[in-house]
C-alpha cells in the first residue's frame, strides 16, 4: 500500500514517492529531527513474514550482541525496553523510526492493603483447622499402627 504525501512515518514526514520496484518503494521524506529530507524505503510486507529472509542466530547470545552492538552506534538503532512486571525476558525495540512514546514502561501499580480484621479471623480459623486435622492424622497414624500390630 503506497504511502500518501504528508503521512508520517515516526519522525518522517512523506514529500513524494521516488521510485518502486520488487525490493520495495523509496520515498522523499523530511525529518523532523534534522530539518532535512531524506530517503525512505518501505519493504513490502512480504520480506518480514518469509523466514528465509530473516537473520539466524546461533543462540540467545548472539542474538543479545548483535542488540548490543545496534544499541551502542552513534546513533542507536536499538534499545532495550523497561521489563514488565511478570516477564522474565529482556524486550528490544528498532529505533528506525524513533522512539515511540508507547515503548515506555507504565508506572507500577502499588495497591496497599491493610490487613483487614476480617482477614485475621479468616487466618486464626485456618490455623485452627490446620492444627485439629494434625491431630486427627497423628490420631489414625496410631490406630493404623495398632491394627498392623493385630495381624503380626
Known amino acids: ?13 512523506i514529500v513524494a514517492p521516488l521510485g518502486a520496484g520488487g525490493m520495495g518503494e523509496v ?4 525529518d523532523g529531527r534534522l530539518g532535512r529530507d531524506v530517503a525512505v524505503k518501505v519493504l513490502p510486507a512480504a520480506f518480514s513474514a ?5 537473520h539466524r ?9 548483535t542488540l548490543q552492538k545496534l544499541m551502542t552506534r552513534e546513533e542507536p538503532l536499538a534499545k532495550v525496553l523497561p521489563r514488565q512486571p511478570g516477564t522474565k525476558e529482556s524486550r528490544y525495540a528498532h529505533l528506525l523510526c524513533g522512539e515511540k512514546p508507547e515503548w ?3 508506572a507500577p ?3 496497599a492493603r491493610a490487613e483487614s480484621s476480617e482477614d485475621s479471623e479468616r487466618l486464626a480459623r485456618l490455623e485452627a483447622e490446620v492444627a485439629e486435622m494434625r491431630r486427627e492424622i497423628a490420631d489414625l497414624k496410631q490406630e493404623l499402627a495398632g491394627f498392623r500390630k493385630q495381624f503380626e
Request: no cysteine; glycine share 6%.
Open 50 to 54: 518469509d523466514p528465509e529472509r530473516l
Open 27 to 30: 520515498y522523499r521524506a523530511r
Open 1 to 13: 500500500m503506497p504511502l500518501q504525501t504528508g503521512a508520517h512515518l515516526g519522525p518522517y514526514e
Open 104 to 106: 515506555e514502561a507504565p
Open 109 to 111: 501499580v502499588v495497591e
Open 57 to 65: 542466530f546461533e543462540d540467545l547470545t548472539d542474538v543479545q550482541s
